[in-house]
């Protein structure tokens, strides 16, 4: 066995099982529950006195009442919701320089006049042809040193161009315009608007959901860029000299809150919140024809299971490949022995006419009552920095055409419901998934415009789910549970878009998340006002790597040594631990001069390494310790002023 060089060397062999987050069994019930869980109709017919040929007749009924109330429990500890929570008022901040970039396709537009004169004048402007917009020519336009860039390039709706049909110009322009202020880092902060795309206060009218990507975008950029952004505001449809002056308080280089709506009656803040109990009185059903899109794949299977167990009497499965996808005709015979009609169908959502000559051939008898729109791809990680409109144009192709002409083709029908599949990486971030975000963030606003104008919606933000998806790869399961999200069982999973479709919810987020794990490595290099009632409730976690107990400490050890020995034993400490971080057997995988994030560190294992080398020198050290410090060098460095200034 290889032994540590060094007395204060260790590494944690034992592994720490993660358990979702579940309502405890509990009460004075609870023995006779566990009866009716095990069958044991001997025993409960001992404790209450009734014949067991009575029981065995009820018990089944009793175990599946009992299955379904745990999923519900479950399901509604899984289950949170947006709100937007009132700021108190605060004197203007003195005006920072500003720059504006405004997209040329909309210089003339008042509105566009009114927020750049309430930015002051000392904000300077540039105008950039979203169209042709790219890191360079963005880099172009970055003159000066500017404490804070505004972006208004999102409200440039507009395909990007004839080969990117998926891809609004704006969330493109904004891309490049992200990745030129990387590419020369000035300190200056971000700030993107948008104009009447969230709905944060009562009587808000979402006009303008294609503008939802960039709130997706955004939430991703502020984990993967956290010193470059500054928040994303939404701004009413009129700018006044009230909201105006409000916008110019809150665009600070400094500014605390990064998901903002400004309204005449103030400015909110996004906030996720547990969406407590369930409140409907009656279920969700419905009737004659389901759409699932995605129809064929592990989640669209039971998806159709679902919607036939809900009341649909025929469902419409539209995926890429059809009938020749794997498991299609086994689905087909399953569905059919339900009693449901099936149809599936090769269909790409993207191409409108497509889609609609299948809604049209519908029968008279079974219309059109359910859409459930959950086609979409993932192209892995991919950061902001590396995203181009190819790359845009893969991830939104499928999910923003899709829904859209799923909303349009469907407008005039009277729906008993409209389900967008949406993901957590939209609702609050995501490293490497910034496409993906932007593509499902656009479902949420859609359901909201759809909200606005009475017709039914409900987008779901999921978690990972369980059995189905990428997250039934083993080692993405593991690294997912090691950051405290854990995959949901399907069947509860759908009892949380019951509950959803019960309540008539316009959006809601499902996920079997431990706060308490997830969320000191998410907010490592940058809080996150957005979780911040969650991680106030979230309980607190055990250190996994505990001080050791007696001995010298590290100070003790290392205060006799050379300057030379004490360095060389700080780094082997240092390498050693990055190492074991990561999974290496050793430290010669962590070389010096080597920047950690080249090596794999996010901000999980971020905060892993400065748990463990916590653990091992005494000091209190930051959460944003590797990002301080980019290589085991510097942490070296930081680590010997620390023990001995």
């Not at 289950?79 to 909309?106: F, N, Q």
Request: include cysteine; aromatic fraction near 4%.
């Amino acid at each position: 066995a290889e032994l540590p060089t060094y007395p204060f060397q260790r590494r944690r062999y034992w592994p720490t099982p993660g358990t979702a987050p579940s309502p405890a069994d509990a009460g004075e019930d609870s023995a006779f529950w566990s009866l009716v869980d095990d069958a044991d109709t001997a025993r409960i017919a001992a404790e209450t006195g009734a014949g067991e040929p009575e029981l065995a007749a009820v018990l089944p009924a009793l175990a599946d009442w009992r299955q379904r109330s745990r999923r519900r429990a479950i399901a509604a500890s899984w289950s949170y919701r947006e709100v937007w929570h009132p700021l108190p008022a605060t004197a203007t901040a003195p005006p920072a320089d500003r720059l504006v970039v405004v997209p040329a396709t909309h210089a003339d537009d008042p509105w566009v006049a009114a927020v750049v004169a309430a930015l002051g004048p000392g904000t300077a402007r540039v105008d950039i042809d979203p169209a042709t917009a790219d890191r360079t020519t963005c880099a172009a336009v970055l003159t000066g040193q500017p404490a804070v860039v505004v972006s208004l390039l999102g409200i440039a709706e507009e395909p990007a161009d004839a080969r990117h049909p998926a891809v609004p110009a704006g969330l493109a322009a904004t891309v490049a315009l992200l990745q030129a202020l990387a590419d020369r880092p000035t300190g200056a902060r971000l700030w993107c608007l948008t104009r009447e795309t969230v709905s944060a206060v009562p009587g808000d009218t979402v006009r303008h959901p294609v503008q939802g990507t960039l709130w997706g975008l955004g939430r991703v950029a502020a984990l993967e860029q956290p010193a470059l952004w500054g928040g994303l505001a939404d701004l009413p449809g009129t700018v006044d000299a009230r909201t105006g002056g409000l916008l110019a308080a809150l665009l600070t280089a400094d500014a605390t809150e990064d998901q903002l709506a400004v309204r005449p009656s103030g400015i909110y803040a996004r906030r996720l919140l547990p969406a407590g109990e369930p409140t409907a009185t009656q279920p969700w059903h419905t009737g004659g024809t389901a759409l699932v899109t995605g129809g064929t794949g592990a989640l669209g299977s039971r998806l159709a299971h679902w919607a036939v167990s809900r009341g649909a009497t025929h469902v419409l499965l539209l995926s890429r490949r059809g009938s020749d996808a794997p498991g299609a005709a086994t689905l087909t015979e399953q569905l059919i022995e339900r009693g449901a009609r099936v149809t599936v169908a090769a269909c790409d959502t993207a191409d409108r006419d497509a889609l609609a000559a299948h809604l049209d051939a519908l029968p008279a008898d079974q219309p059109l009552s359910t859409v459930i729109h959950a086609a979409g791809v993932s192209d892995g990680d991919r950061e902001t920095t590396a995203l181009t409109p190819d790359t845009l144009e893969a991830l939104l192709r499928a999910k923003l055409l899709g829904a859209r002409h799923l909303h349009e083709l469907t407008a005039d029908r009277d729906l008993d419901a409209f389900v967008l599949f949406s993901s957590g990486a939209a609702s609050w971030g995501s490293g490497g998934q910034g496409a993906y975000a932007a593509a499902n963030a656009y479902l949420d606003a859609l359901a909201q415009h759809r909200h606005a104008a009475g017709l039914t919606a409900t987008s779901v933000a999921w978690g990972a789910w369980g059995e189905t998806g990428m997250a039934t790869e083993p080692a993405l399961a593991a690294e997912l549970a090691r950051r405290g999200v854990h995959p949901m069982d399907p069947d509860t999973a759908l009892a949380a878009l019951q509950r959803a479709l019960d309540e008539d919810a316009t959006a809601m987020t499902v996920t079997a998340t431990d706060w308490a794990a997830f969320l000191p490595a998410f907010t490592a290099a940058r809080p996150s006002p957005l979780l911040s009632e969650l991680d106030r409730a979230a309980a607190p976690r055990p250190t996994e790597h505990p001080e050791p107990e007696g001995g010298p400490s590290l100070r003790e050890r290392l205060a006799d040594l050379p300057d030379v020995e004490r360095t060389r034993l700080l780094l082997d400490l240092v390498r050693t631990e990055a190492a074991a971080t990561l999974g290496h057997s050793g430290a010669d995988a962590v070389p010096a001069e080597r920047a950690l994030r080249d090596l794999g560190f996010d901000s999980v294992s971020a905060v892993d390494l400065r748990n463990r080398l916590k653990a091992a020198t005494g000091l209190a050290l930051p959460a944003s310790l590797v990002f301080d410090h980019p290589n085991a060098a510097a942490v070296v460095a930081h680590l010997r002023t620390a023990l001995f200034p």
